[in-house]
Every structure is written in C-alpha cells, then in structure tokens.
C-alpha cells in the first residue's frame, strides 16, 4: 500500500511538501531553496572523472533528464549526477551523506513505482556504467550496471568465438540491474532459471561511499538481500558478474484469438477456446512433464486490439521442430479459424539476433500495475479469468482508461531450482506464470480511479489465482505498484524473508540512507 505520507508516493509539487514534514521523522534531508542546500560551486565539484555531469534545474538538458519512463511521476530532483566511473559514485554517496541530501539511483527509469526518482533528491544516475567484459572464456561475464538488456544481447551476439547467451528481460530496454535486484525474468527463463539465479557476485558501493564485493564469500548476507531483495535499497551497484549459458537457434511464432464477442457463435464458444488455450499452456507449463523449450507471453489488450495473443519462442531444432511441438496449439487454432491464427515461425540462428528484432514498448505513457505469480495449479484457469477480467475493467472504465494483462511463462526445472540463497518470495520456486496488469492512458485525473479499479480487480480475481497451491499471495516487486491491496506489500513481495532482509538492511544502511516507499527498511 502506497500511503500518503511517504516519501516518493506522491504525484505532485503540493504532495512532496507535505511530506517532507512526514518524512523527516525517518532522517532529515536538506531540501533545494533551504539554507543548508548545498552552494552551486560544491554540487557541479561532485564529478571526479571526465565524462561525469552534475545537472541542476538551470541546466537546459535537466528537464529532459528529469522524466521518467512512467509519466504519471513527474519528480524534479535536486540535482542529477551522470556518473562515469566507480569514484563518481562513491563521491556522490559521501556527499550525499556529508550534506544530507537524499540519494535516489536510477538507470533506465523503467520503475514503475517511481522508486528511482524524487523530488529535491541526489539523483544517481549510472547509465553510462555500461562496459561488458568476459570474465572467463565463454562461460562468466561482468557488466556495468548502467547497460540495458538490448546492449548485452548485442555483445553477447556480436562476441566472436563465444556462442552463448543470457538470462535478460524481454524488452531490449530495460535496464539490467534494478531488473535483476528484484528478481528478473525474461524469454531465457524457462531454460535457464530467473536473474538472480544467474549473478555470481556484485560490485556495490555502501552508504559510506566504500566498494564491497558481494558473493558467496564476500558479504554473503548482502549478497542475498540483493538477490532479489529490490533496487535502491543496500547500496549502489556498479557492476555484476554472472552465467552465460549456450546459444542455440530460436524460433518465433505469434498465434492471436479475436476476442469479440461478436464473432462467436455464443459467450460459451469463446470461453471454450480460451479453456483450450489455458489447458494447453497448462500442459507446456507442467514442471515435471512441460515443455521447456517453449517460452513466451500471453498477452491480453483491451481498447485498439481487443485480441489474445501467444508469443511463442521455442529454443533449438529447426522451425518444422518448433511447429511440432506447438501441434496441440495449431489444432485448437485450426477448430476456431474465422477468430484465430498461428504465424509460421521464423528461425534465428541465435538468440542475440531474435532479441535484436524484439520491439521496445514506447514510453511515455502513466501506467499503474499490479501483479501476481501464478502456480502451474492456476494456469488453466487464468486465461479465461485474465480476458473476461479485463473486459469488466474496461467496461466500468472511464478517463479513457486502457488495461492490458501480460503473462510470461517462467516455471520449469530451472525455476523449481531455486533456492534459499536467494532473497525472491519463495513462491518463485513454483511459478509457472508471471501476471502483470497495466492500466494506462488515462485522461487528466483520472489516475487513482485507475489504480483504483485495477487494484479492486486484482485483489478479486488475480489474488485467488495468485493463492492456488500456496498459503499466501505474492507478487513481483518490480512489476507492481501495491495501492490497495489488504495484503501487506512486505508479504505480497518477500513472504516469509522478509525478517531476514530486514536485519540485512538494519545492518548494512543503519542510518537509513537508502529509502524509498515499500522498499524492504521503508517502515523503519
Ligand atoms: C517496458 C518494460 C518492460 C519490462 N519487461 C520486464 C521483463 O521482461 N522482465 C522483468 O523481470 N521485468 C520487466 N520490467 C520491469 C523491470 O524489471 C523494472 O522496471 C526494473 O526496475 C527496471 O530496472 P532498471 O535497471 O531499468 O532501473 P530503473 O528503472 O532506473 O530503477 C529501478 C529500481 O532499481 C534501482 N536501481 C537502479 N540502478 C541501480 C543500481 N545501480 N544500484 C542499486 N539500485 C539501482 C532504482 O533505485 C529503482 O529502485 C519491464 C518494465 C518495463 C517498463
């Protein structure tokens, strides 16, 4: 639950006033216009190395600078520190702590909660902490924490004599460390296991500007609070070694269903091929008798394209193979072909080169979301809900309101492999799907009738499906914003290691330096 009153939460200029009243019972941080705000001279002296820039509100690229992905976050921070070196960042964090201005970190601006940003804070910006290198040959590699998945998709592709790929986030833009700090899972998931699973160790510097390596041997409790224990809150991180794995050829189809009504012969027609294409996803899904190689996303739009749509990735063989093992998907098109179709797949030698043709979603939209990690026990059943859901959302909708739903497949071996090393709710383990809701597009004011609407939603239809075969709900931390639900976000997002971060957090940020609204510590 987003409560007004917490730093960050808010949407407008009046709101972050307010809260700075609320706020300041945490820790007090020095705001811009007051006297202890730093003198020009000392906020542009942060830099430490060539290609580092401090923007202020004065500069004519701090406007641009300051938007976020997500415009339903219109903050203005203090000042922007563009960083181009580790030193940078340690120079930044110590001034932050010395002159008491709150530090934020940001990379891409994906965060859909807003955590990456604020008003009147420092914020750390370490997008062009963008190297790659290999570590060992072929096998382990280090990024920067500034690249994004698209960069290393491309490096990886482009490394000659390595023929191996990654587990990265299935849009090119997002940015791969708040991706894996909360978990991270993308098109290579089904193979190979989630985000955290992957990283080997990280570079982090601390609240006191020290660089620390976390890993199995190093700080190993930091290590796990920040295998999944989300961004912005242990520390800033400047780079990550982590598994590659072989590349094979992949092939992609898209098979979409028409969802009019209209086009069927009744209600029940439509709910019968929705049943069919749960069970077959169920099927592929199974973790013991699924399908592996098979990865991809459900995914449901209301408004412009009122139609389902399976994007179908499946690693290896060729593309009559990949037809092959779809065949249960083709029947059940070929029984329904005024509304459905299957593509022909299209082959790709490797994943770098299917990842180079995956299209970024636009930005530049509000978006609200809500999430639920579904059990193999929930799948069969959630296409179903997931399309008639959306449909009532977006006939009770106003504002000019659109929902979209988009699920990922997730679940196999290498998911169930997870283990107590690290921080991810540890429902993780046995999900099969990740859900992610979106309301966008709203007209003026009409945001919280949004959230508001998704949320009730949410907690009616996603969160019973969430609890099949669990004691409790859980979502994805990085994908939900959590306005509304009964269910506490701490629980929702870490279940039952929430104590565990907590004493993490306690230990390496005593001061509670690193803050940010339904971030592990917030309550603190
Ligand atoms: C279009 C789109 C597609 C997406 N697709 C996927 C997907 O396929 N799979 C998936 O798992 N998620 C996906 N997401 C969600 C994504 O994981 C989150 O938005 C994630 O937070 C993005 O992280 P980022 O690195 O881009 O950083 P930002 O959005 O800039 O920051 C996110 C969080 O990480 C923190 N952070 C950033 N850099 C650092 C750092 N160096 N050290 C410490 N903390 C840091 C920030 O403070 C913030 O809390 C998607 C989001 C969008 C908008």
Redesign the pocket.
Known sequence: MVAIGQPGSCRTRRCASLLLLTAASAREWCRPGAPCWPSVDELRGICATPGCRVLLPEDDEFANASV???TQWTFTPGLIVQVASVED?QRAVRFAAAKSVEP??????????G???GDGVLR????A?NATEWVTSGDTFRIG??C??GDVYGWLGNSSGHRRCCV????P???????????????MTRAFG??VQQVLSFE??DAAGAVKTASATSEPELFWA?RGG?????????SFTLRSHPDTAVHYAAATANMSLGLYADFAARRALLDGVGDWLAAILDPTSGDASISG?VELDHGARHQLVLKLLVRGGDAASASRRVAGLAKLVARNPAVARLDEFASYDSFGQYAASIP??P?GAP?TSASALLAPGAVAASVAAIVEGVEQLFAAASHGTEFQCTA?MVGGAALAALDDAASVHDAWRATAL?M?CSAYGWAEGGRDAAAAALNAWSARALAPLSRVGARNQSA????AQTDGFDVPWSELFWGSRYGRLLDVKRSVDPGGF?R?PN?VGSEL
């Open positions: 976020l992905r997500d960042v934020r970190v940001f990379n891409t601006g994906h965060c859909y909660d955590h990456c940003s750390v910006d370490v997008g902490l924490s500034g994004r998945w990265g986030g299935g849009d833009s997002v940015g791969v460390t708040g991706w894996t700090l909360g978990g991270g899972h993308g098109p989630i985000g982090v510097v920040l989300g961004g912005g809150t242990f520390g800033i991180v400047t996303t970024s979603k930005p978006e990922d990740v992610a994805y931390v990085n994908e690193w940010c971030c």
